[in-house]
């Protein structure tokens, strides 16, 4: 199948057709068409038409998309088909949110190691794995093959582990402290600034209720 | 100063350059010019020129922007010179992380309540804010002038949770349920989709490393 040249508008909006696709199939549905995916979306058929053309023709005039197929493509055009090895850094409440949240591994995005500076909570258990000191890192993303660091630590100390991250040989840094990672060509970035997102929450309340 | 007509694009990077406008200030830098924006902010000189033009005229050529000016400007744009009350469902890790998040109360948005179904949880103490069950969430809400409700539950009662608090008042949710809510019009929603981020990040390890 063919999907390069795909815009980054349309790869942004995946994640969500493979949310709904995902809960259709566990409804059993097998067939939907795009003014189905339209009215449970809430974007347009049109549009969904357009998107999903993008990866070729399973959508048949008057018949409408095999959800499951559809389905375990979007997954494996996000990588979803491939495992990835994760590390959280910072041991607080987020990482501890995160780690538990058991979405992650059924995608397969396994969470290998669990690293915080902090000796009162070194060597406890989250979710069965262990808390190591930071010293320990190095080693264990080399050794572990851990493609993928979670970075859920004060924006203080994220540049400079990050850095130390990529000279270990990450690949991808999801990163929730509230500052821009600036990295080497080649490694990603994905941020989630929550507070960017309750300011956008609070525009939205100011101007709506003008 | 006139803020009308400006694009949901620009409204977006608002936080951003809030978050760096608030970092030199926190510095102590008075002035800084487009140019030196462009470099920390990795943003081109012209797209900061033409972001901040919509908000008047503070920016003198040659003479750079005044930093204490503009920050407060764009925070009082984007809200925050109001201060909300906010409450937030669901005291799990992800719950206890955003309640003990020091930055969002320094931004005016002030958590009143946490409401959690769980017997176990129930009376405990998080940040000093008592957890309280679901059934006087109502009477919270309305006594309270509650304004803003963060959503840390799970997307099956997501869904019945939000209609409920738009039914006693609550004008904005920030939503991490993974799921889309679908409310009145005048009320806003701002959703943080882990899941979605996540898969973004996988998408892109895997294309850049084809």
């Known amino acids: 199948m063919e999907v390069k040249g795909i815009s980054q508008a349309v790869i942004s909006r995946l994640p969500r057709y493979f949310r709904y696709l995902g809960e259709l199939k566990d409804e059993g549905i097998e067939r939907v068409s795009s003014q189905e995916l339209s009215d449970i979306m809430q974007v347009t058929a049109s549009q969904i038409r357009q998107d999903l053309n993008n990866f070729g023709g399973f959508g048949q005039q008057g018949y409408g998309y095999n959800v499951e197929y559809l389905y375990e493509e979007i997954g494996r055009i996000l990588g979803l088909d491939q495992e990835h090895n994760l590390i959280i ?8 949110a995160l780690v538990n949240y058991r979405d992650f591994e059924r995608r397969g995005f396994i969470f290998r190691g669990i690293f915080d500076n902090n000796p009162q909570i ?62 080497p060509q080649g490694i990603q970035v994905e941020s ?19």
């Open 89 to 96: 850094v910072g041991a607080g409440h987020l990482g501890q």
């Open 192 to 210: 989630v600034h929550l507070s960017d997102s309750l300011m956008k929450l609070s525009y939205n309340l100011s101007s709506g209720s003008i």
């Open 122 to 183: 070194r060597g406890m258990q989250i979710h069965g794995i262990l808390v190591r000191p930071m010293e320990e890192m190095e080693q264990f993303v080399r050794e572990k093959g851990i493609d993928i660091a979670v970075l859920t630590i004060p924006k203080e100390s994220a540049v400079e582990v990050a850095e130390q991250l990529v000279s270990y040989g990450i690949k991808g840094i999801w990163n929730f402290a509230h500052v821009d990672l600036h990295v």
